[in-house]
């Protein structure tokens, strides 16, 4: 029965991931159901969704500061050990990558299905990060070509230079995903045959 109902709650965890399209709301679905996936009374997930960013966390019974120190271990692979605390981890990870990691602590030791539940439950959130982090990249890529097909318009239909620098400085904004973008240009002097 415990296992049918674990089974339940992991169904309805892939529903409430499917349904988001925005990374912190996919870890928070993960976080929210990650205390249920096994018998655990504390947890931490640490992922980063770029390699050279700052991990982001996710817990329940640590304190910020204490989630975030656990986190840094658990992503560098150090042992971690909480006095009179089981703990089973589960590495947040695809085919293609490895996201991070997630763990559970408990009192009590983790029985063996718990383990094979805690990978399934780690490898559907790798899932549903690699799916949002596609949709997120797709969109981008689809904003970059927008941009710079109205560029490409724009410098169609230019009839001067501050038509030129203005199709370039709209463009550069919206691809870079700037606030403000600017175009310095250089006037040539013209030298007089005289």
Same mark, same amino acid.
Not at 15 to 42: K, P, Q, Y
Not at 133 to 145: D, F, K, L, M
């Given at each position: ?7 339940? &709650?992991? &169904?309805?965890?892939?529903?409430? @991931? ?36 700052? =991990? ?7 304190? =910020?500061?204490r ?7 658990? $992503?560098?692979?150090? =042992?971690? &050990? ?14 293609s990558r490895?996201?991070?990691? @997630?763990? +559970?602590?408990a009192r009590? *030791? ?6 094979? @539940? ?5 490898? @559907?959130?790798?899932t ?5 982090t596609?949709?997120?990249?797709a ?11 109205e560029?490409a318009?724009? $410098?169609?239909? +230019? ?11 709209v +463009? ?16 040539? &002097?013209?030298?007089? *045959?005289?």
């Amino acid at each position: 029965d415990a296992l049918l109902d674990r089974l339940r &709650q992991l &169904q309805a965890t892939l529903s409430d @991931l499917v349904a988001s399209t925005d990374v912190d709301e996919v870890l928070d679905a993960i976080a929210g159901r990650a205390g249920s996936a096994v018998n655990a009374e504390r947890f931490v997930l640490a992922v980063r969704i770029q390699d050279d960013e700052v =991990p982001r966390v996710r817990s329940d019974g640590f304190s =910020p500061e204490r989630a975030g120190r656990l986190a840094d271990d658990l $992503l560098a692979n150090r =042992p971690v &050990q909480l006095d009179g605390e089981h703990m089973l981890t589960a590495e947040v990870r695809t085919s293609s990558r490895v996201y991070g990691r @997630l763990a +559970a602590f408990a009192r009590s *030791p983790f029985l063996d299905y718990e383990v094979e @539940l805690m990978e399934s439950y780690a490898g @559907l959130a790798a899932t549903a990060l690699e799916a949002v982090t596609a949709v997120a990249e797709a969109e981008e890529r689809r904003r970059t070509a927008e941009a710079l097909l109205e560029m490409a318009g724009q $410098l169609h239909r +230019a009839r001067s230079r501050e038509d030129i620098s203005g199709a370039l400085a709209v +463009a550069t904004r919206t691809v870079v995903s700037a606030d403000a973008a600017s175009v310095l240009r250089e006037l040539a &002097q013209r030298s007089d *045959p005289d």
